[in-house]
């Protein structure tokens, strides 16, 4: 009888799954657990007015991993208001861009976790719906809020698990969503003013 050579507790190497590098998400949450200074980064978001209601953002160098980064591009985002709302249409409302930080950072949770677990997915879906009552930011009354009044997310999801192993795929990523957070415990706000004439 040949001696087991392998240790007991080795668990197998997680390959890329999803579309997901697990090996590179795995070492990376192993990294920074051990140097927690290394989680600090701060995203930025530069806005410049077209006209109208037509604004664009440019989203290329953050902070993090203790130094300053940069996207491999620029990447950009126009903002405006449809027609019925006074703007050209020639962009989502700045209401839908926050609709889609909320759906697609729960949607990576979602790949991610499920990689991390072993679970093949076929196909995700997200929807995000949010109700709002114009009667706020248009100045008509003062007992409406500006913002949305509630959110409602759904998902479809369809994957290699029970329908259980599914569902806490979800439950996992909107524990551990930033967007998530942000909406529903909020952040504090600073805003700087510099006037040019």
């Known amino acids: 009888m040949q001696p087991n050579t392998k240790p007991a507790n080795t668990k197998p190497a997680r390959l890329p799954l999803n579309g997901v590098d697990t090996p590179n998400l795995m070492a990376t949450i192993n990294f920074v657990a051990g140097q927690p200074e290394l989680a600090k980064f701060q995203f930025r978001a530069h806005n410049e007015w077209i006209e109208g209601t037509h604004s664009k953002s440019v989203m290329h160098g953050f902070f993090g991993a203790g130094q300053e980064q940069k996207h491999e591009k620029p990447y950009y985002a126009d903002s405006d208001h449809p027609a019925i709302l006074c703007g050209a249409d020639n962009a989502p409302t700045p209401v839908e861009w926050l609709l889609h930080g909320l759906a697609s950072c ?5 790949a991610n976790i499920a990689a991390a677990r072993g ?3 076929t196909k995700v879906k997200c929807s995000v719906d949010g109700d709002i009552d114009l009667r706020g930011i248009l100045g008509i009354s003062d007992e409406v ?12 999801v369809e994957g290699d698990a029970p329908a259980e192993k599914l569902t806490q795929l979800v ?13 529903t415990k909020g952040v504090p706000v600073t805003v700087g003013i510099k006037t040019i004439q």
């Open 106 to 110: 729960l949607m990576a949770g979602v």
């Open 119 to 121: 679970i093949k997915l």
């Open 145 to 156: 809020r500006n913002g949305f009044q509630n959110i409602q997310v759904s998902f479809e």
């Open 171 to 183: 439950e996992q990523a909107r524990a551990r969503s930033a967007v998530f957070d942000v909406l």
